[in-house]
Nanobody, 125 residues
């Protein structure tokens, strides 16, 4: 399994930007599909974005389309989540997750074997 470590969270005002990073260690990171999830207090873990192994295919939940961009640099074993025009409702702990297989249920948290510890994003004035 690949090990994942998120970074880049913080406190930003509404309309601000952050870039989250998910650094991986372990074999063949380019063999893994990677997704970002988030979990707000009192809520379940929600799919945010996905990137396939090559980086050519991405998907997002509707509420972040046009504001968030997922990308990857396989040479650096890192996946990024660029977040712009942040809203208070984006406040959550953000997790990255990885799996060797891209399944049809890729928006479900149970579809991923490897998880990071999470990074807090707070959008508030």
């Amino acid at each position: 399994q690949v090990q994942l470590v998120e970074s880049g969270g913080g406190l930003v005002p509404p309309g601000g930007s952050l870039r989250l990073s998910c650094a991986a260690s372990g074999p063949a990171f380019s063999d893994y599909v990677v997704a970002w999830f988030r979990q707000a207090p009192g809520k379940g873990r929600e799919f945010v974005a996905l990137i396939n192994k090559s980086g050519y295919t991405t998907d997002y939940i509707h509420s972040v389309k046009g504001r968030f961009t997922i990308s990857r640099d396989n040479a650096k074993n890192t996946v990024y989540l660029e977040m712009n025009s942040l809203k208070p409702e984006d406040t959550a702990v953000y997790f990255c997750a990885a799996d060797r297989a891209m399944v049809s249920d890729y928006r479900r948290a149970t579809s991923y074997d490897s998880w990071g510890q999470g990074t807090q994003v707070t959008v508030s004035s």
